[in-house]
């Protein structure tokens, strides 16, 4: 029997894993409950002392500020140790003094086996960032390949989409939106209309 990988609108696996703190300088142990309550981003990315692991956690940490602001938290998660972790952050320029979040330790690769990111012929994490929200539920899920970088900017504007959602069950955002822009509250009466709903120059499409 296959097992069902995780999609969005599915709780989003427990687990407990030793995290360095990088404000501190010390190791702490986290769980996936800790964060109840609150939105937060689980980014896994493949091994520290890598190349472009560095700038991405470099842009998640120029973002952090404004995630914290919109009451979102981070935890980065890899296969490395957290002595590893701690390593990386006291070297790598574009780290050092930076790093705000928690870097979670998943040296056995059970956690990014739980959530379908494990290269296992590598025994490192796809690129993979899940947005959990308040209740513990998977609302997006990305993964991408070892070699390509992700979009903080793109991460923000779903986040925003996403709590606007949650604040207005009965509408929906369409692609592109942004804050302030007008949403579709879906009905059959609108099915093939949907153009009809939304002014002109309101999106790039449309």
């Given at each position: 029997?296959?097992?069902?990988?995780?999609?969005?609108?599915?709780?989003?696996?427990?687990?407990?894993?030793?995290?360095?703190?990088?404000?501190?300088?010390?190791?702490?142990?986290?769980?996936?409950?800790?964060?109840?309550?609150?939105?937060?981003?689980?980014?896994?990315?493949?091994?520290?002392?890598?190349?472009?692991?560095?700038?991405?956690?470099?842009?998640?940490?120029?973002?952090?500020?404004?995630?914290?602001?919109?009451?979102?938290?981070?935890?980065?998660?890899?296969?490395?140790?957290?002595?590893?972790?701690?390593?990386?952050?006291?070297?790598?320029?574009?780290?050092?003094?930076?790093?705000?979040?928690?870097?979670?330790?998943?040296?056995?690769?059970?956690?990014?086996?739980?959530?379908?990111?494990?290269?296992?012929?590598?025994?490192?994490?796809?690129?993979?960032?899940?947005?959990?929200?308040?209740d513990g539920v998977i609302q997006a899920?990305?993964?991408?390949?070892?070699?390509?970088?992700?979009?903080?900017?793109?991460?923000?504007?779903?986040?925003?989409?996403?709590?606007?959602?949650?604040?207005?069950?009965?509408?929906?955002?369409?692609?592109?939106?942004?804050?302030?822009?007008?949403?579709?509250?879906?009905?059959?009466?609108?099915?093939?209309?949907?153009?009809?709903?939304?002014?002109?120059?309101?999106?790039?499409?449309?």
């Open positions: 029997m296959i097992a069902m990988a995780l999609q969005p609108g599915m709780k989003a696996p427990e687990f407990e894993v030793q995290a360095y703190d990088p404000v501190n300088d010390d190791v702490k142990t986290v769980r996936l409950s800790d964060y109840k309550g609150k939105w937060l981003v689980l980014c896994f990315y493949p091994a520290d002392f890598t190349f472009v692991c560095a700038t991405e956690l470099a842009a998640m940490s120029h973002a952090y500020d404004t995630l914290k602001e919109m009451g979102v938290e981070v935890l980065s998660m890899s296969t490395d140790t957290v002595f590893d972790h701690r390593g990386w952050v006291k070297q790598e320029p574009l780290l050092k003094g930076r790093v705000k979040f928690l870097m979670g330790s998943d040296p056995t690769g059970q956690v990014a086996r739980a959530y379908g990111v494990l290269k296992e012929d590598e025994g490192v994490a796809y690129r993979g960032r899940f947005i959990i929200d308040p899920i990305e993964i991408v390949n070892l070699n390509m970088g992700r979009n903080v900017n793109e991460l923000i504007r779903q986040i925003k989409a996403l709590q606007y959602i949650r604040e207005h069950p009965d509408e929906v955002t369409p692609a592109q939106w942004e804050p302030g822009k007008p949403t579709v509250k879906p009905s059959i009466k609108i099915a093939g209309e949907v153009g009809n709903q939304l002014p002109k120059g309101a999106y790039p499409y449309w």
